[in-house]
């Protein structure tokens, strides 16, 4: 079988008897290649990451998002 899209669920830092943080990763396979990328992550905290799993927002003209408490444009 050949895996081309995944959404999977990760442990983002090593479980304890009182802490399982995990974050959700969606990943889809650029034209023209054969493995999958990353494509949008939502973190253990619930921020949205969209092309970066770097949670130091820069934002860019119109994009919008929710960072969990309120809406950033």
């Known amino acids: 079988m050949l895996l081309v899209a995944a959404i999977r669920v990760v442990p983002s830092a090593p479980w304890t008897s009182t802490s399982n943080p995990t974050y959700w990763a969606f990943s889809t396979t650029p034209a023209a290649a054969t493995v999958m990328e990353e494509r949008m992550r939502i973190d253990a905290s619930g921020n949205l990451l969209v ?23």
């Open 51 to 73: 092309g970066t799993s770097n949670t130091t927002w820069q934002t860019q003209e119109g994009l919008r998002y929710f960072n969990g408490s309120s809406l950033i444009v």
